[in-house]
C-alpha cells in the first residue's frame, strides 16, 4: 500500500525560503519509471504542478517557478524534499506531493492529503 | 491561463450524462502523451479517475469514462450522482515546456 504524508511549515512570513517534505512508503524511488510530484492548490483555486523528481534523479520544475524550486530526493530515507524561496503571499496554498505511477501511465495515482501554507508577516 | 482548457462548470439532473471536456494542443494531448483525470471531492486531496486516456483505476465506477482524440480529451459520467459533485481536472504533458506536467483548470460539476 503506497502512502505519502506531506510536512513542513504552516506558516511562513514573506522572502523567508519554504522547505517542505514528502515521506512515502510502500515503493522505492530508486525502481525504474517511479517519480514523486509536488502540486500545490490556493484557496477556491485550481490545481498547479511544481515539481517532478524520478528514480534516475532527473528533475523537472514548472517553468514559471523554476528560478525558485529546488527538488532533491533521499532515497534511504524514503522522502522527496522540496525549496521554494522568496515565498509570497500568493504562494498560500495546499501542497500535496503525489506518486507518480508506471503502471497509471505515468498519472499522479496515489496523493497525500496535503499540508496547507500560509504566507504572512 | 491552464495550458488545458476546461469549461469552469458543468451540470446535470440525477441520473443524466454529462461530459466535461479537455481542450490542449500538438505540443501535449496532440502530441500522444497521455490524459489523466481526477477527482476531488469538497476538502479531500484529488484522487485519480481515469488514467491512460480510459483506463480506471480499481474501485471507479465504470460509470466514468474517458476519451481521447486528436488535441482534446472528454471525461463522461453516466448515471449522475449526488456523491459525484465534485471538481474535475484533466492533466497531461507538453512537449514545449520540457516535459513538463500540465493541468487542465478544472471543472465544478453540480448535481442538480
Known amino acids: 500500500q503506497i502512502t505519502l504524508k506531506e510536512s513542513g511549515p504552516t506558516l511562513v512570513k514573506p522572502t523567508q525560503t519554504l522547505t517542505l517534505t514528502c515521506t512515502f512508503s510502500?515503493?522505492?524511488?530508486?525502481?525504474?519509471?517511479?517519480?514523486v510530484g509536488w502540486i500545490r492548490q490556493p484557496p477556491g483555486k485550481a490545481l498547479e504542478w511544481l515539481a517532478l523528481i524520478y528514480w534516475d534523479d532527473d528533475k523537472r520544475y514548472s517553468p514559471s517557478l523554476k528560478s525558485r524550486l529546488t527538488i532533491t530526493k533521499d532515497t534511504s530515507k524514503n522522502q522527496v524534499v522540496l525549496t521554494m524561496t522568496n515565498m509570497d503571499p500568493v504562494d498560500t496554498a495546499t501542497y500535496y506531493c503525489?506518486?507518480?505511477?508506471?503502471?497509471?501511465?505515468?498519472?499522479?495515482?496515489?496523493w497525500g492529503r496535503g499540508t496547507m501554507v500560509t504566507v504572512s508577516s | 491561463q491552464s495550458v488545458l482548457t476546461q469549461p469552469p462548470s458543468v451540470s446535470g439532473a440525477p441520473g443524466q450524462r454529462v461530459t466535461i471536456s479537455c481542450t490542449g494542443s500538438s505540443s501535449n494531448i496532440g502530441a500522444g502523451y497521455d490524459v489523466h483525470w481526477y477527482q476531488q471531492l469538497p476538502g479531500t486531496a484529488p484522487k485519480l479517475l481515469i488514467y491512460?486516456?480510459?483506463n480506471r483505476p480499481s474501485g471507479v465506477p465504470d460509470r466514468f469514462s474517458g476519451s481521447k482524440s486528436g488535441t482534446s480529451a472528454s471525461l463522461a459520467i453516466t448515471g449522475l450522482q449526488a456523491e459525484d459533485e465534485a471538481d474535475y481536472y484533466c492533466?497531461?504533458?507538453?512537449?514545449?515546456?520540457?516535459?513538463?506536467?500540465?493541468f487542465g483548470g478544472g471543472t465544478e460539476l453540480t448535481v442538480l
Open positions: 492533466q497531461s504533458y507538453d512537449t514545449s515546456l520540457s516535459g513538463s506536467v500540465v
Open positions: 503525489a506518486h507518480r505511477g508506471i503502471a497509471a501511465s505515468d498519472a499522479f495515482d496515489i
Open positions: 510502500g515503493f522505492s524511488l530508486s525502481t525504474s519509471g517511479v517519480g
Open positions: 491512460g486516456n480510459s
